[in-house]
């Protein structure tokens, strides 16, 4: 234990996902030495992004405007939908290049235990999305383990009575892990390998 506010910066960057306490250390004395610059540098690009960073009104990712590049983009296939749990998803899959068409941003998945349903969730928005006749096809991305499995049950049971293509990713994904940490290779047969699940 560390005195005042050398442990409150401790206890800070120890409450950031996959930072323990070792790293939290690690990344608070390497704060503390660097110079005022670079820690002024951190700091400002922290706070502006807490201040101009939105979530896009069409798909739910980040963006610095209304609507996000990917939904922005006219070179997109408008016709096909993703759905993923989270905003870094896409970027994981963006970096395959096996899909260009849209995405849409669940906010989390199903998760009983930690108290997430489905009306937590931004499935509203999706079928108001599905509305469109233009949608032929949904492709359902969520993470291979227990919640990501529950939620993808769950909208292959909503959208079944619809007259759009369900498909999911194939197997190849490790079950239990995350999109974000999937190699380019995997991810990129997953997607080539989807099967339809309706």
Do not use: W
């Not at 939908?81 to 096996?98: F, P």
């Amino acid at each position: 234990m560390y005195d005042g506010i050398v442990q409150d910066l401790i206890d800070e960057l120890g409450r950031l996902p996959g930072v323990g306490p070792k790293s939290a250390q690690r990344i608070a004395f390497y704060l503390i030495e660097t110079d005022n610059d670079s820690a002024s540098k951190l700091a400002a690009v922290i706070r502006e992004a807490k201040e101009k960073v939105r979530f896009c009104e069409v798909c739910g990712n980040v963006s610095e405007g209304t609507k996000c590049g990917i939904c922005s983009d006219p070179k997109r296939e408008l016709s096909v939908i993703c759905v993923v749990e989270e905003s870094k998803d896409i970027n994981a899959i963006e970096r395959t290049r096996e899909f260009r068409g849209l995405y849409h941003v669940l906010g989390g998945a199903i998760s009983p235990i930690s108290g997430i349903g489905p009306d937590q969730l931004r499935i509203k928005d999706l079928m108001k999305r599905l509305a469109d006749p233009g949608i032929r096809e949904v492709i359902l991305a969520t993470n291979p383990n227990l919640e990501g499995e529950a939620t993808a049950t769950y909208l292959t049971r909503l959208l079944g009575a619809m007259e759009i293509s369900v498909t999911k990713l194939a197997s190849g994904l490790p079950v239990g892990g995350d999109l974000e940490y999937a190699d380019d290779m995997t991810l990129g047969r997953a997607f080539e390998g989807r099967r339809r699940v309706n």
